[in-house]
């Protein structure tokens, strides 16, 4: 069983629609919690960043973390065509003392589609 | 803007080659990674290093070494190239992971690999 499970879709989505992406995890250690876009031939690029549970927007943009639940969310709102990308979701265990080396375990990336 | 810079974006190579991917960041960061990309199996941790001259083993280190000799700077060396090294390499770098502050990992644009 892989440490993260992403559903790779492709999803496909009117423009204006309200997106969920979701992402389950296995290792409990995980604190930080990371969405990344990213376009074709370029490299991934930070949309949301979480420390542990809770809820964080940012614009159109809506990240959840239910640690109890192993289950992290991304809700895109009123989704347009330039959010077409592969959104892939990232996590990192804390060392002692709470920060991290930054060494991210991803997802496999969900296709989303936009089309007007 | 954080820029992470990887010197080619394309290259071809035959098996047997030795391979050196360079990978240069300007914003000082202590920690750097490199990932392969895959369709269905996501980003996969090859190498990270958290200091100059440290290295780290990631998830699939087999067939590769790398090199920090400076800071800015994080070489991804593949000593014998096969045809199963074929793909999309990422180079990355943040500061330590903490509650609050920097973003996590800033990525490179990519180095598409094929190896004939």
């Known amino acids: 069983q892989k440490e993260v499970e992403q559903d790779p879709g492709p999803l496909s989505v009117p423009e204006g629609a309200i997106v969920s992406l979701n992402c389950t995890y296995s290792?409990?250690?995980?604190?930080?919690f990371m969405w990344y876009r990213q376009y074709s031939r370029k490299g991934p690029e930070l949309l949301m960043y979480t420390y542990s549970s809770g809820n964080k927007e940012d614009g159109r943009f809506t990240a959840q973390v239910d640690k109890s639940s192993k289950y992290i969310s991304l809700f895109i709102r009123d989704s347009q065509p330039s959010d077409s990308a592969t959104y892939l979701c990232a996590m990192s265990a804390a060392k002692a003392g709470g920060t991290s080396y930054g060494k991210l375990t991803f997802g496999q990336g969900t296709i989303l589609t936009v089309h007007p | 803007d954080v820029k992470v810079t990887q010197s080619s974006r394309y290259l071809v190579k035959r098996t047997g080659e030795k391979v050196f991917l360079e990978c240069v960041q300007d914003m000082d960061h202590e920690n750097m990674f490199w990932y392969r990309q895959d369709p269905g199996l996501g980003l996969r941790l090859i190498y990270f290093s958290y200091d100059v001259k440290m290295k780290e083993k990631g998830d699939i280190p087999e067939g590769y070494s790398v090199s920090r000799e400076k800071k800015e700077r994080f070489s991804l060396i593949l000593e014998s190239a096969s045809t199963n090294q074929t793909s999309m390499y990422l180079c990355?770098?943040?500061?330590?992971?903490?509650?609050?502050?920097?973003?996590?990992?800033?990525f490179g644009n990519g180095t598409r690999l094929t190896v004939t």
């Open positions: 290792n409990s250690a995980f604190q930080y």
């Open positions: 990355a770098s943040s500061f330590p992971l903490a509650r609050t502050g920097d973003k996590p990992l800033h």
